[in-house]
């Protein structure tokens, strides 16, 4: 496994955490990423993306509360995540984008190539 997630935890609700996405192999390209999530008993859903050059999208209910950046010099991409609530709970993971030309379809996990093993964030009430 390429991306290590980091940074997962439990926190109260309105609370902030920072992950970490580090990919351990040293590119020559930098590719666009993204973090999805999982909650127990729901399908895989898209959370933030951002693109080579900073471009980035969000799901709706993250707007405004979650922010997605990078630091290309430490190959880590970082998903802020503020006012958390109860419905944020779940295994967040990072992805690398398969082709840059994937972009408009960001949303899709299927366009994503490489995973990390997810990171648990449980919120509570």
């Known amino acids: 496994v390429q991306l290590q997630a980091s940074g997962g935890g439990l926190v109260q609700a309105g609370g902030s955490l920072r992950l970490s996405c580090v990919d351990s192999?040293?590119?020559?390209?930098?590719?666009?990423m993204a973090w999805f999530r999982q909650a127990p008993g729901k399908e895989r859903e898209f959370v933030a993306a951002?693109?080579?050059?900073?471009?980035?999208k969000y799901e709706d209910s993250v707007k405004g509360r979650f922010a997605i950046s990078r630091d290309d010099a430490k190959n880590t991409v970082y998903l802020q995540m503020n006012s958390l609530n109860t419905e944020d709970t779940a295994v967040y993971y990072c992805?690398?984008?398969?082709?840059?030309?994937?972009?408009?379809?960001?949303?899709?996990?299927?366009?994503?190539?490489?995973w990390g093993r997810g990171t648990l964030v449980t919120v509570s009430s």
């Open positions: 992805a690398r984008l398969r082709d840059g030309r994937y972009w408009p379809q960001a949303g899709r996990a299927s366009r994503y190539e490489e």
């Open positions: 192999v040293r590119r020559s390209t930098i590719y666009d």
């Open positions: 951002i693109r080579w050059n900073g471009d980035t």
